[in-house]
């Protein structure tokens, strides 16, 4: 079982920038790989950027690419989300989440979810 706990939204200006954490239980944090998510008012919930037990792969959606950066640190069992030049459209529900695995599977839902720390940015 893994819990996450986000932390570090909130309101900011268009073009601002926020940092999100995600803290994780268990030993076996360093193991996982780490995504994040994001769900705006009345849309579906999709992935921003993932990244390897390792950060040996990382991965990004194209809407944030250049402008979000994910990070780990495994020794605080924390996941990490800069988010640079932010957009109106980025306002949204930010969700840490995890398969459980080493590795970054874009094709499967992750399992583990945490309860998410709302973004919003105003124009």
């Known amino acids: 079982q893994v819990q996450l706990v986000e932390s570090g939204g909130g309101l900011v200006q268009a073009g601002g920038s926020l940092r999100l954490s995600c803290a994780a239980s268990?030993?076996?944090?360093?193991?996982?790989?780490m995504a994040w998510f994001r769900q705006a008012p009345g849309k579906e919930r999709d992935f921003v950027a993932a990244?390897?037990?390792?950060?040996?792969?990382?991965y990004y959606a194209d809407s944030v690419k250049g402008r979000f950066t994910i990070s780990r640190d495994n020794a605080k069992n924390t996941v990490y989300l800069q988010m640079n030049s932010l957009k109106p459209e980025d306002t949204a529900v930010y969700y840490c989440?995890?398969?459980?695995?080493?590795?970054?599977?874009?094709?499967?839902?992750?399992?583990?979810w945490g309860q998410g720390t709302q973004v919003t940015v105003s124009s």
């Open positions: 989440a995890t398969w459980g695995t080493r590795g970054v599977v874009l094709t499967t839902p992750p399992v583990y």
């Open positions: 268990g030993r076996s944090f360093s193991s996982y790989a």
């Open positions: 990244i390897s037990w390792n950060g040996g792969s990382i």
